[in-house]
């Protein structure tokens, strides 16, 4: 069946790998690696020349932070797009916002994707979305509003809140005129949820594959792999790859990641394992 992403054409077998690219002073993993722009443009244009699939382009710190006004966040994130979108015309172009007015400018510039990461906050975003033919991830963020850390979060099933939520909202979004093919919907890992919440989302996410909504997780460095293994943020990389490796294995699609190569590398190996890819170089007693 599949989906799209912008003018892409997405197999149900096809793995992908969205490379993340923060135009932040104060984001959790870089730490401001890329805020400059110059960084921001060179780390989009190498992450596609090391494998990924979609860049998703971030200029608002998920977590609390300085304050970032609407414009701000054009500014950072808006020419990034396009200087991306010039050169490497085939890429999907993601941007990670909550914010219509940015979702609108974005897309003008030659976005392909919104990446909506708190739980349909500003609901006029389907709407813009639905005006320019890009597409939506539709995400569960527990309730809370953008940049807001968990506090004790309960539930009584963590995976059918999930489920509930994400799939309104895609078909909230539907409403408004997004096309059916072209959402993609995200558990959150991490966003209102502990590391045993995060955990139970992994361990269960072939339920989520089972609405038939595309998934995405952005299982990168988080604190649940770091709180499961008791390591760094800098240490998080194998924990990281195996809940990547895991989450494939129960049927998510794609893969927003740090760490490009490393990822690309994993969800090939599955692909490969699979039938779904060939051996690269096969060579041995041949």
């Given at each position: 069946?599949?989906?799209?992403?912008?003018?892409?054409?997405?197999?149900?077998?096809?793995?992908?790998?969205?490379?993340?690219?923060?135009?932040?002073?104060d984001?959790?993993y870089?730490?401001?690696?890329?805020?400059?722009?110059?960084?921001?443009?060179?780390?989009?244009?190498?992450?596609?020349?090391?494998?990924?699939?979609?860049?998703?382009?971030?200029?608002?710190?998920?977590?609390?932070?300085?304050?970032?006004?609407?414009?701000?966040?054009?500014?950072?994130?808006?020419?990034?797009?396009?200087?991306?979108?010039?050169?490497?015309?085939?890429?999907?172009?993601?941007?990670?916002?909550?914010?219509?007015?940015?979702?609108?400018?974005?897309?003008?510039?030659?976005?392909?994707?919104?990446?909506?990461?708190?739980?349909?906050?500003?609901?006029r975003?389907?709407?813009?979305?639905?005006?320019?033919?890009?597409?939506?991830?539709?995400?569960?963020?527990?309730?809370?509003?953008?940049?807001?850390?968990?506090?004790r979060?309960?539930?009584?099933?963590?995976?059918?809140?999930?489920?509930?939520?994400?799939?309104?909202?895609?078909?909230?979004?539907?409403?408004?005129?997004?096309?059916?093919?072209?959402?993609?919907?995200?558990?959150?890992?991490?966003?209102?949820?502990?590391?045993?919440?995060?955990?139970?989302?992994?361990?269960?996410?072939?339920?989520?594959?089972?609405?038939?909504?595309?998934?995405?997780?952005?299982?990168?460095?988080?604190d649940?792999?770091?709180?499961?293994?008791?390591?760094?943020?800098?240490?998080?990389?194998?924990?990281?790859?195996?809940?990547?490796?895991?989450?494939?294995?129960?049927?998510?699609?794609?893969?927003?990641?740090?760490?490009?190569?490393?990822?690309?590398?994993?969800?090939?190996?599955?692909?490969?394992?699979?039938?779904d890819?060939?051996?690269?170089?096969?060579?041995?007693?041949?």
């Amino acid at each position: 069946m599949g989906f799209r992403l912008g003018a892409r054409s997405v197999l149900d077998t096809d793995l992908l790998v969205m490379a993340i690219v923060n135009r932040t002073p104060d984001s959790f993993y870089d730490k401001g690696e890329t805020f400059e722009l110059r960084a921001a443009i060179d780390k989009a244009v190498r992450a596609v020349d090391d494998g990924a699939d979609i860049v998703d382009i971030g200029g608002v710190k998920a977590g609390p932070g300085e304050e970032v006004t609407v414009q701000m966040e054009i500014d950072r994130v808006g020419p990034v797009v396009a200087v991306l979108r010039e050169r490497r015309p085939d890429v999907v172009i993601s941007v990670d916002t909550y914010r219509a007015e940015v979702a609108r400018e974005v897309i003008r510039l030659g976005c392909d994707l919104i990446n909506e990461a708190w739980g349909g906050a500003d609901p006029r975003i389907a709407s813009v979305v639905a005006e320019s033919g890009a597409a939506l991830v539709c995400s569960h963020a527990g309730g809370l509003p953008p940049r807001t850390d968990p506090v004790r979060p309960q539930y009584d099933d963590v995976v059918a809140d999930v489920i509930s939520t994400c799939t309104s909202l895609a078909e909230r979004a539907v409403s408004a005129g997004v096309r059916r093919d072209s959402i993609l919907i995200d558990p959150c890992h991490d966003f209102g949820k502990n590391t045993y919440h995060s955990l139970e989302i992994t361990r269960r996410l072939d339920e989520l594959v089972a609405t038939g909504w595309p998934v995405l997780v952005a299982l990168s460095n988080k604190d649940f792999v770091g709180e499961s293994l008791d390591v760094g943020l800098h240490d998080r990389l194998p924990g990281t790859l195996a809940a990547t490796v895991y989450s494939a294995m129960k049927g998510a699609q794609v893969f927003r990641a740090h760490n490009v190569v490393e990822t690309r590398q994993a969800l090939d190996m599955i692909a490969t394992i699979r039938g779904d890819r060939p051996p690269k170089n096969p060579h041995r007693a041949l």
